[in-house]
Nanobody
Framework: VQLEQSGGGSVQAGGSLRLSCDLS????????VGWFRQAPQKEREFVAA????????EYAESVEGRFTASRDNAKKMVYLQMSDLKPEDTAVYYC???????????????????WGQGTQVTVSS
């Protein structure tokens, strides 16, 4: 496991959760980080991406206004704050690091070269 994830769990619709992604095992000085999710029998989909500087953040339309990506480079931590959660947000969530282009908020999984282990988020109605 190159990236260590924490957070996640089960909440009711309308609730909030925060996911964390620990980059401290990586030695690269700069990385962009993406968040993806995968529901059962569905393909992995883009959720959010944040560049190394934090100056550029991209969100999927389905989470825009509800999810917020942020990072603390001094702690080598990246976060995904999820609010107003909906049952359709239920999935395994992954963080991923793009060490080649740290200032590109890439939306394709193939742009990322290191992945976390995934964490389950379950939202009940």
């Amino acid at each position: 496991v190159q990236l260590e994830q924490s957070g996640g769990g089960s909440v009711q619709a309308g609730g909030s959760l925060r996911l964390s992604c620990d980059l401290s095992r990586r030695t690269e000085s700069k990385t962009a980080v993406g968040w993806f999710r995968q529901a059962p029998q569905k393909e992995r989909e883009f959720v959010a991406a944040i560049t190394w500087s934090g100056d550029s953040i991209e969100y999927a339309e389905s989470v825009e206004g509800r999810f917020t990506a942020s990072r603390d480079n001094a702690k080598k931590m990246v976060y995904l704050q999820m609010s107003d959660l909906k049952p359709e947000d239920t999935a395994v969530y992954y963080c991923a690091a793009n060490t080649y282009f740290p200032e590109t908020p890439a939306t394709l999984p193939s742009s990322y070269n290191y992945w976390g282990q995934g964490t389950q988020v379950t939202v009940s109605s």
